[in-house]
Antibody, heavy 121, light 109 residues
Framework: EVQLLESGGGLVQPGGSLRLSCAAS????????MSWVRQAPGKGLEWVSS????????YYADSVKGRFTISRDNSKNTLYLQMNSLRAEDTALYYC???????????????WGKGTSVTVS | ETVMTQSPATLSVSPGERATLSCRAS??????LAWYQQKPGQAPRLLIY???TRATGIPARFSGSGSGTEFTLTISSLQSEDFAVYYC???????????FGQGTRLEIK
């Protein structure tokens, strides 16, 4: 069974930084593009960032470009999201998600973690 | 950026009846469209990809249709466990990006 476990969330002041991690198990991690999707309290889903299977190609939503950095360590089956210059509007539950098919680009996501909560206040 | 617009925002349907949810893209997305179901306190669950292909384990009462800019998710004969929020999502091939609709809340009438 494929499992994704996010960690690293917490309370941070505006302008601060956090690094989220997502540990994957039960899957050939290096074969799949991976994504971060967030959900502000009581709101809908917002795509944040994706990264190719190799890690060589990151993609970002305009709302986080220049502030967030996605990366992965395929030897550790782990996805990361470095979040800098955090703002109140970054407050959300951050989900890690795996793409459905082995590919370098993000398409649809068939496995999701339970999320890690980030509060900027 | 491709904007996804879902309608209605809230849909009230009785158990056993059919529900039809709509999603419109602001520009052509071919069939690069997925649907997700989210229940309170849970992560989203992939229902449909490629506009009309059910994901693994998804019951046949869920069906998707459409291409280009207009898409529909139909749930025939609603079960109690189907009442949830549904999101559409497009995926652009280049540059790679993802956009979600704002969601449709399906509630019991």
């Amino acid at each position: 069974e494929v499992q994704l476990l996010e960690s690293g969330g917490g309370l941070v002041q505006p302008g601060g930084s956090l690094r989220l991690s997502c540990a994957a198990s039960g899957v050939t991690f290096s074969s799949y593009a991976m994504s971060w999707v967030r959900q502000a309290p009581g709101k809908g889903l917002e795509w944040v960032s994706s990264i190719s299977d190799s890690g060589g190609s990151p993609y970002y939503a305009d709302s986080v470009k220049g502030r967030f950095t996605i990366s992965r360590d395929n030897s550790k089956n782990t996805l990361y999201l470095q979040m800098n210059s955090l703002r109140a509007e970054d407050t959300a539950l951050y989900y890690c998600a795996k793409d459905r098919i082995p590919s370098s680009s993000p398409y649809s996501m068939d496995v999701w973690g339970k999320g890690t909560s980030v509060t900027v206040s | 950026e491709t904007v996804m617009t879902q309608s209605p925002a809230t849909l009230s349907v009785s158990p056993g009846e059919r529900a039809t949810l709509s999603c419109r893209a602001s520009q052509y997305v071919s069939r690069n469209l997925a649907w997700y179901q989210q229940k309170p306190g849970q992560a989203p669950r992939l229902l449909i990809y490629g506009a009309s292909t059910r994901a693994t384990g998804i019951p046949a009462r869920f069906s998707g249709s459409g291409s280009g800019t207009e898409f529909t998710l139909t749930i025939s004969s609603l079960q109690s466990e189907d009442f949830a929020v549904y999101y559409c999502q497009q995926y652009n091939n280049w540059p790679p990006s993802i956009t979600f609709g704002q969601g449709t809340r399906l509630e019991i009438k």
